[in-house]
């Protein structure tokens, strides 16, 4: 049988540990939290209901697009952390869930206010999209990674940002909306979603692939050939969304979300969703 390499802890035993941890970290949030923001989480106002979810059901946007945060389950309905806090939320403010579900956030953040439009999203918090759309605290943090052919010649984060390097991406994605803030000389290659930017990257030939690391390290271990650089070149804040217009949803959304990572339901749902690398985030200083 293969051995544990000297000095490590069975897979289980460090399991085991990492649950132990995240159990601390979240009584020592909910510690933190204030009294007056979980009372506003636990008990919505009619007003507030209302201002949240006015058609009388919770329409929640679910981005398929991105794995770590939502999956199909075998039922095929919505599953992952974002579905379960939406569930979540729906039975706080008493109200059925309408789940509207897209392929990539571009079209998440492109539907507010459409014939699909709804009331709370799960995206990366990013300037551009906070034009229209009010951010909770995250709740939890995505990397940001490059994945390369293993003969490439780059083998750092600050290598990538070249004249004549060209980096696959998912157009609208929150990865893309840092590149295109932050190269100076490397050329952005479109494909509509992260899937299809992986697809460009192995056919097309770009010299990097941009995307979630979760996924690419998932990619790159059952396929020779490729390796992710080491780090990270970003950290994407994922949050609960809502119309900018709409401030008390916002303003609950805050209190909700504080509660759910501080409870331990926001690590729990990545457990049971197999996303156990993902972080949640720690809690938000008060407002």
Known sequence: MPREPAGRAPSATRGRRRAVIRSILALGALAALSAS???VAQDPSPETVRAIAPTGALRAAIN???PVLAQKGPDGEPAGVSADLARALGRRLGLPVSFVTFETAGAVVAALGGARGWDVAFLAIDPH???TIAFSPPYVLIEGAYMVRADSPITRNDEVDRAGVRIAVGRNTAY?????RHLQAAERVFAPT???ALALFLTDRPEVLASVRQPLEAYARDHAGLRLLPGR???IEQAVATPKA???AAAYMRAFIEEMKASGFVAQALSRSGQDDAVVAPAAPAP
């Open 246 to 248: 709409n401030g008390p």
């Open 194 to 196: 992260s899937a299809d």
């Open 176 to 180: 893309d909306l840092y590149l295109g």
């Open 233 to 235: 070149f970003m950290v």
């Open 64 to 66: 398929y697009g991105n």
């Open 129 to 131: 999209r906070g034009e």
């Open 37 to 39: 923001e979980i009372a």
